[in-house]
Each structure stands twice: as C-alpha cells, then as structure tokens.
C-alpha cells in the first residue's frame, strides 16, 4: 500500500515538473499578440535543435523595432495618395490580405495597364538577397522608390509624391518625429516603407515548429514531402529562412524552358550572356496563398509548378504520389500572416495636388 502511495505521488510530482518545462518551452517560443503590424524580427535564444542544421531556417519571432517608424511606414503602405490617380497603394498589388499579392497573373495599375510580370509577395521579402525578379533593387528601401514613379504602377513622380505629403501637416510632424529633419524626403519616405516591410513575416509556420523539435506539428506524409524536396535537389536552390531568394538562378536549368523566352531576368542587370533567363528564386514561404505561379503566371496550380520544377530544373519526372507529397510539405509552410490595425490617414487640404486619373 505505501509502496502504492509513493509511487503515485512521484508520478503527479514527475507530471508537474514535466508540465512546468513544456510550459517555460512554449512561453518562450510565443510571439507577442498585440502589435497591429507584422511580426518579424531576430532570432530567439534557447535550446540549439539538432535541426538547427537543416537547410531551411525558422523564422525569428523576437522585434526590435522602431514603433514611431513603423507606424508611419504603415501607412504609406496603405496611401492611395502616393499614386497619380490617388487610387493605388502599395497594397492594390501585394494585398495583406491575400498572402501579399494581387492573384493576378500581372497586377493593374494606373489607367488598367497590365504590367509585364507576376507580384512576388512582400511578406518575408527582408529575406531576399535583392529584390525584383531579376535583382535590380538592392533592398527594400531601393525597392520602395520604384513603383511609386513607375508609369505603369502608380505613375507619380518623387517630387509629386513629396509635395503631397509635404501639404499635410499631420504627416510633416510625424516625419519629423521620426528623422529630425525640417523637410520630408523621399529617402524618408522609402526608409519607412522599408522599416513597414521589414515586420511582414510570418514567423510559426507548422514547418517551422517541426524545426524547433515539435515532431507533432507535420505528418508522415508531409515529412516524406520534405525528404524527397531535400533528396531530388528542389533545396539547392529553394533554403534559408525564407525556402528560397538566396540567389539567381536559371529558369530552364535542365530543359530550356519554351513558354515565356521575352522576359530575359537578370541579364538585364548584368547583361552577362549566363544570366539569360536566370530569375532571384522565389520564396516558398506561404506559396499556397500567392497563384498564379513563376514571373510569367504560367499556372494556377501548385501541383503542376512543382512537376514543372522537377522537368525543367532537375530533368526528373515526379509521380502524382510524389508531387502530392511535396504539396502537402509546401502547405505547411504557411505561417501566421501580419495582424494588421488598418491604419488612418490624414485628410487632404487645399494645398494638396489633387488626383489625376489621366
Ligand atoms: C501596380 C502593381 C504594384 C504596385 C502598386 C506596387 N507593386 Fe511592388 N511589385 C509589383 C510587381 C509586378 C513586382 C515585380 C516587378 C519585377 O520584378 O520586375 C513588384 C515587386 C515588389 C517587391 C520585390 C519583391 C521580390 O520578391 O523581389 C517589393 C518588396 C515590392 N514590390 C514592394 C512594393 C511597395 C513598397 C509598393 C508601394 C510603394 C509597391 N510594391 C507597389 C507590383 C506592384
Ligand atoms: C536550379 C534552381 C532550382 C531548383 C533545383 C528548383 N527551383 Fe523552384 N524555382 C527556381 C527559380 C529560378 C524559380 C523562378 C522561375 C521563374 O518564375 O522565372 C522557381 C520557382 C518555383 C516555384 C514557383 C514560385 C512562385 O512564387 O511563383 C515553385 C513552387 C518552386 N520553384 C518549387 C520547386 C520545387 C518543388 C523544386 C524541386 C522539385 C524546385 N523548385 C527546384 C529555382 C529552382
């Protein structure tokens, strides 16, 4: 009987003590819930996983962030007013609330023209080696200027742009808060849309769980997906914390690739004869929410991208069973998306330019 006893309450001892370690474990890996931007940030300390070795990193949940910048970045993330029509944001074209872009094969802007190019998304854009398909922009921040001035896009200019900030004093005070500078620029301006888009990432994904020893967090199945991403080669090229953008790489690897041969990607950069049709390799990062597909929308199915990876990358051919499993390890790639407080914006006056739509 005593015998009995002793064993139970070392069992409910041994059971708090365990419960007390998993409760510590999961406090630490929680991220903070009510920011009302994204969730990006660095790396979190704590136990080193075995899998810490895996090519593909989770993405870090701690912030560091400048709040007064950020907020501002917001909101000329949401600012119609930077487009010559008054009508398109950044926004318009990388939709927060569809996994960062339009679900266009080539997004609409100013007076409906059609761009020439897939939207890649913004979310975890940070993560990429450079930005646009063929790397002409070396950050965010040199990114940000671009399509604010691009004809096709919002077709402002840098100066109309300023001007209509400039004419709104709510603006011209935040500015100063934040830069300390009597005037505002449009270095200012991209440097806080840069600091908006440096919190878009979406940190816990169940994949990324797995990668902190949570073995529950993915099936047999899904698992299988990711062994055969690894062993059939996808991961050279498709790794880091964002399962892609760590390089240029040539569309047509194994097989030219005959559908789109207008487009030439990085060659425009370097105009170096091996960089034709090389492109920054996406991110697979939440690539269950971003169809249609590749710089030219070639397809709205995942299926099909991955088996057109396997033929025209590595010269292989996967089987449906195959196929399903790397879409199955591609979904759980998902992660949380940014909770974002839809911002306010301040009115116009009769100083501010007006919109034009023409
Ligand atoms: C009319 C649609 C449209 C608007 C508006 C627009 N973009 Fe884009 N964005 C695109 C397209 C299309 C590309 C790809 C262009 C290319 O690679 O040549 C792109 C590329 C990007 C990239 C690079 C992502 C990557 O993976 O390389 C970022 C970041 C980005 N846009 C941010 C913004 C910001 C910030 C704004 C607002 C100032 C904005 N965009 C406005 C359509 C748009
Ligand atoms: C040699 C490098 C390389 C290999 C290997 C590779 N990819 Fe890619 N992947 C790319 C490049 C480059 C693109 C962009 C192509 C384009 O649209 O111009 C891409 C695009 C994709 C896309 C579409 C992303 C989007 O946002 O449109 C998916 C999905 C994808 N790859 C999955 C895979 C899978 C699965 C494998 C393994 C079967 C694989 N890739 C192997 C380089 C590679």
Redesign the pocket.
Known sequence: MKKIKFTLISCVLALVVINMVILTVTAADEPPRNIGYGRGGRMQGGAVSERSKEPIQPIPVTFDYDTAKIELGKK??FEPR??KSGW???N???NLSTGGV?NLP?????KWLF????????LN?KF?L????????KD?KE??K???A?P???ASNHELAVDVLQSIPAYVQWFKEVYKEENITIDNVADA?AAF?ETLTTPNSRFDWWLKDYDDKITDAEMEGYDLFKNKGCIICHNGFGVG?TSFQKFGVAKPYDKDTQTLGRYNVTKEEKDKYAF?V??LRNIELTAPYF?DASTWSLSEAVKIMAEYQLGVTFNDNETDKIVAFLRTLTGDQPSILFPILPPSNENTPKPNRN
């Open positions: 000329l993330f930077l487009s398109i944001t950044c318009s074209c990388h339009d080539t997004s609409i802007g100013h761009g020439p190019i897939n939207s890649p998304t913004v854009a990429n450079a930005q646009f398909w063929d790397g002409r922009a965010l990114q940000a671009g399509p604010i691009n096709m896009e919002m849309i888009e953008g920054k996406p991110l710089h």
